[in-house]
Every structure is written in structure tokens, then in C-alpha cells.
């Protein structure tokens, strides 16, 4: 098993750029989320997903989409870049009946 | 909000000392969680203590949890270089699905 796959590894945007951040699991687990990291912090939850076609608002909402239309992937769009946007995003994985979490390896974004 | 908060925010030892890193948090849990972070990398889960549950061991690791000071601590025995990096508590709040993270404690184990 690969576990959960993120890409791309490290991205650069200008501010109002978009784009889509991957994230595919092959664990076959319904739950699926999206936290950023910024230095000295913890993780802060953006979206999550507990099945396809089901996402729901994490602590950190706003400047991002998601959508879940398969149980593999579960991608997160930043529709216009805005520097307070720079950080490092994770995408976790588990299943609906455990809470203990599966981490990819990390996206870094810089925002410019 | 962040629910739980580790205590120190870094702690440096010598291999072969034990290393115990605190957590509090706010409101009544369904489970508690360690997660270690080693630098540039994904989080990798180490114990989960469910509310109903005051002590847990995984190998050198030994979590114990008091609902009532709504507190944990994670003892690492006879630390090694590689357990340096990040380690977070995380929290499941009752009632609720996912999981809030605190700021992490910095481990540096010097040979």
C-alpha cells in the first residue's frame, strides 16, 4: 500500500493564482480531511469528508473547496492564492470506526 | 480553537533519559492522541487513550490521562536520537468526529 499520496511536494503561486492540491488514499478509508500547518502551530482542520459525496467545514474554512466524488481522492482547490494562504497542508485518512489518523508526506505552498 | 495545549513547547535531553511531555485541553473527551513529527515530514500516530482509560503503554512509550484536570502526559523511557522531533496531542471532543490538534512539544535527544 502506498497509504495516503500528496502532490505536488512543493508549489509556488502569485497572489490570485489557483489551483488544486492532490490527495489519494488506497486504504479504502471513508474519513478523509485536510489540515495546514504554520509554524508554531498545531494542525487547523480546513475540510473534511466522511464518505463520497460528503464534505463538511473544518476550524479554517474560507479560500478553500473541496469535493469528494470518489473514496480515493479527496482534492482541496485554493480558488484565489492570497499570501496568508503560505503554509504546509496535510491530508489524513482513517477509517469511519477508528480515529487513529494517516498522514501524507505534506504540501509546502508559498504564496507571493 | 486549538484544544489542547503541550507543556514545555521544547525539551532537550540526553540519550538514555526518559522524556515526559505534557498535554491539557478543554472540554470532555472521547479519546485522547500522540502523534511524533519528525522535521519536513507527515505526522505518524503513536497511542490513542480512550476518556475511560488512565494508563497506556506501547513499547517505551507510557500515556496517562486524568479526566478530571483534563490533562496527559506522554513518558518516553530511555530516549534515543531518533525520537527527536515534534510531538502533538490531539483530541476528539465528545460528541464531535475530528480530531484538534495542540502546538507540539520540540524533543531534541543529543547522543
Known amino acids: 500500500n502506498a497509504g495516503v499520496t500528496q502532490t505536488p511536494k512543493f508549489q509556488v503561486l502569485k497572489t490570485g493564482q489557483s489551483m488544486t492540491l492532490q490527495c489519494a488514499q488506497d486504504?479504502?478509508?471513508?474519513?478523509m480531511s485536510w489540515y495546514r500547518q504554520d509554524p508554531g502551530m498545531g494542525l487547523r482542520l480546513i475540510h473534511y469528508?466522511?464518505?463520497?459525496?460528503?464534505?463538511d467545514q473544518g476550524e479554517v474554512p474560507n479560500g478553500y473547496n473541496v469535493s469528494r466524488s470518489t473514496t480515493e481522492d479527496f482534492p482541496l482547490r485554493l480558488l484565489s492564492a492570497a499570501p496568508s494562504q503560505t503554509s504546509v497542508y496535510f491530508c489524513?485518512?482513517?477509517?469511519?470506526?477508528?480515529?487513529?489518523?494517516?498522514f501524507g508526506p505534506g504540501t509546502r505552498l508559498t504564496v507571493t | 480553537s486549538q484544544q489542547g495545549e503541550e507543556d514545555p513547547q521544547a525539551l532537550s535531553i540526553q540519550e538514555g533519559e526518559n522524556a515526559t511531555m505534557n498535554c491539557s485541553y478543554k472540554?470532555?473527551?472521547?479519546?485522547l492522541q500522540w502523534y511524533r513529527q519528525n522535521s519536513g515530514r507527515g505526522l505518524v500516530h503513536l497511542i490513542l487513550?480512550?476518556?475511560?482509560?488512565r494508563e497506556k503503554h506501547s513499547g517505551r512509550l507510557r500515556v496517562t490521562l486524568d479526566t478530571s484536570k483534563k490533562s496527559s502526559s506522554l513518558l518516553i523511557t530511555a530516549s534515543r536520537a531518533a525520537d527527536t522531533a515534534s510531538y502533538f496531542c490531539?483530541?476528539?471532543?465528545?460528541?464531535?468526529?475530528?480530531?484538534?490538534f495542540g502546538k507540539g512539544t520540540m524533543l531534541l535527544v543529543s547522543p
Open positions: 490531539a483530541t476528539v471532543p465528545s460528541g464531535y468526529s475530528t480530531l484538534t
Open positions: 486504504m479504502n478509508h471513508e474519513y
Open positions: 487513550i480512550r476518556s475511560n482509560e
Open positions: 489524513a485518512s482513517r477509517p469511519l470506526k477508528s480515529h487513529e489518523q494517516y
Open positions: 472540554t470532555s473527551i472521547n479519546n
Open positions: 469528508s466522511v464518505g463520497a459525496g460528503i464534505t
